[in-house]
């Protein structure tokens, strides 16, 4: 109903109709052959626009040709207003968000929050020793947000042809950190430098080889793992980034001695306990 109409008191006392752009935009989703359009009706009552099959003028106030998507519109508004009823009752305000009507600061913020979609693996990520720039990039990289070759299309911009680490398949941030023959190669060497040899899953996402690489590791050195995956993958994105900004590339041996393990040091010094110990088991 307070898609088509304003209840309010008008200067003359009676109640108004809304103008024609708020009807657009709630009937439709703006001007086009998708909308319902309506001609000047500011001056026409509520009263006179609604009751009655003889009258119901607000129909008479569509104007424009309907397509097939617009005469679904507005039978559907048909049926949302034919058994309305006004009367002579005082107009009231009315919170939608919660039982009573009546407004709260607590429901408020849970309508602001009604988009917001739990994380499970958030928690686990923040505990995780790790910068926090670091953090960032895998927080993005779960959420699929990093502007890939699959993102700028989307978005209809210009992007290069494959990846830039191994320049056989299409770019996802997945496949940057996961799928890339460049990246199996570091992950292959890096377990092999910590003695793990176990048999992996399959699997195609970094949320997923998360927890398979996790899985690798118990007790004191589930920690450190975590902190290696999430420096393994941000170098891997470095060097993604480092070819695509700077035309500079590092062979996977060359970015484990001089970047991995450099950083990974440097980590350790920093405060990564559980990341010391799993270097440990570095031959
Ligand atoms: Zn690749």
Not at 17 to 26: G, N, P, V
Not at 94 to 114: I, K, M, P, Q
């Amino acid at each position: 109903m307070f898609c088509l109409l304003k209840f309010g008191n008008s200067e003359r006392g009676g109640h108004t109709l809304l103008d024609r752009q708020m009807a657009q935009r709630t009937v439709g989703e703006g001007p086009g052959a998708n909308s319902l359009s309506f001609g000047p009706c500011d001056d026409q009552a509520i009263a006179v626009g609604l009751p009655g099959p003889a009258q119901r003028s607000w129909c008479r106030a569509i104007v424009g040709g309907l397509s097939v998507a617009a005469m679904a519109k507005f039978i559907h508004l048909w049926h949302t207003v034919r058994d309305i009823q006004l009367s002579d009752a005082s107009d009231s305000l009315r919170w939608r968000w919660t039982s009573d009507g009546a407004f709260s600061v607590h429901s408020a913020y849970d309508a602001l929050h009604l988009p917001s979609q739990a994380m499970p693996w958030a928690t686990l990520l923040w505990d995780t020793w790790a910068p926090l720039k670091t953090k960032l990039f895998l927080w993005l990289a779960f959420r699929r947000r990093h502007w890939t070759v699959d993102r700028r299309r989307r978005h209809g911009l210009d992007a290069h042809a494959n990846c830039l680490l191994c320049d056989q398949e299409p770019e996802t941030i997945d496949h940057i950190v996961v799928t890339c023959s460049y990246a199996k190669q570091i992950w292959w060497n890096i377990r092999a430098a910590l003695n793990e040899t176990s048999a992996l899953r399959h699997c195609d996402n970094v949320l997923k080889w998360w927890e398979v690489w996790r899985c690798l590791w118990v007790g004191e050195y589930k920690q450190g793992a975590d902190s290696i995956f999430a420096l393994v993958a941000w170098e891997i994105w470095k060097e993604r980034n480092a070819r695509l900004f700077r035309g500079a590339v590092t062979q996977p041996m060359q970015l484990m001695e001089a970047s991995i393990r450099h950083q990974a040091e440097l980590w350790v010094q920093a405060g990564a306990k559980g990341l010391g110990s799993l270097l440990q088991r570095v031959q």
